[in-house]
T-cell receptor
Framework: EAEVAQSPRYKITEKSQAVAFWCDPI?????LYWYRQILGQGPELLVQ????????DSQLPKDRFSAERLKGVDSTLKIQPAELGDSAMYLC?????????????FGPGTRLLVL | GQNIDQPTEMTATEGAIVQINCTYQ??????LFWYQQHAGEAPTFLSY??LDGLEEKGRFSSFLSRSKGYSYLLLKELQMKDSASYLC??????????WGAGTKLIIKP
């Protein structure tokens, strides 16, 4: 069964350092999402790509966060500099498209701890 | 504003039935999803409702009433492995998913 791949699974960093997360969506999935999830809360959308184009990055803290999907396949999310409040689970999801009945499938996530 | 309400936590007994409710107020409606999330893991898709009524899938069923802005997830013959958080998410008029905070389900033997 096809899965969304993410790496690393865990990351510990010190504040003010740079971190990067990688996501490889299910093959053929045009839409890719990056979410942040704080313990006890639902996922919060950071950025959505349709192929290589950003569709929605309204909730992305652009002063420190950046995301790219250069060839419309895999994607990287970067934080520079990391802050204590960035400690969370970062989830990547993908879907075939965005129409009716399109379901988002999630990768295993990257758990970030900023010290 | 957009809002999804779910109980924070529920407790049930192994072998029993539990119903997890979700009420929503969103800008438009283009479907409702239920996801299961075990502690420290990613959400996994359980069910999708876009029309009123009940969708059954094995031990899990999901119900939707669009006029009431209400859904529930019904879990039958509970097993210990069903201990997890259950997330309700609604797709709004912009096809964006609005997520609830999740309901933590604790199963006791």
């Amino acid at each position: 069964e096809a899965e969304v791949a993410q790496s690393p699974r865990y990351k510990i960093t010190e504040k003010s350092q740079a971190v990067a997360f990688w996501c490889d969506p299910i093959s053929g999935h045009a839409t890719l999402y990056w979410y942040r999830q704080i313990l006890g809360q639902g996922p919060e959308l950071l950025v959505q790509f349709q192929d290589e184009s950003v569709v929605d990055d309204s909730q992305l803290p652009k002063d420190r966060f950046s995301a790219e999907r250069l060839k419309g396949v895999d994607s990287t999310l970067k934080i520079q500099p990391a802050e204590l409040g960035d400690s969370a689970m970062y989830l990547c999801a993908s879907s075939l498209g965005t129409g009716d009945q399109e379901t988002q499938y999630f990768g295993p996530g990257t758990r970030l701890l900023v010290l | 504003g957009q809002n999804i309400d779910q109980p924070t936590e529920m407790t049930a007994t192994e072998g029993a039935i539990v119903q997890i409710n979700c009420t929503y107020q969103t800008s438009g409606f283009n479907g409702l999803f239920w996801y299961q999330q075990h502690a420290g893991e990613a959400p996994t898709f359980l069910s999708y409702n876009v029309l009123d009524g009940l969708e059954e899938k094995g031990r899990f069923s999901s119900f939707l009433s669009r006029s009431k802005g209400y859904s529930y997830l019904l879990l039958k013959e509970l097993q210990m492995k069903d201990s997890a958080s259950y997330l309700c998410a609604v797709r709004d008029s912009n096809y964006q998913l609005i997520w609830g905070a999740g309901t933590k389900l604790i199963i006791k033997p």
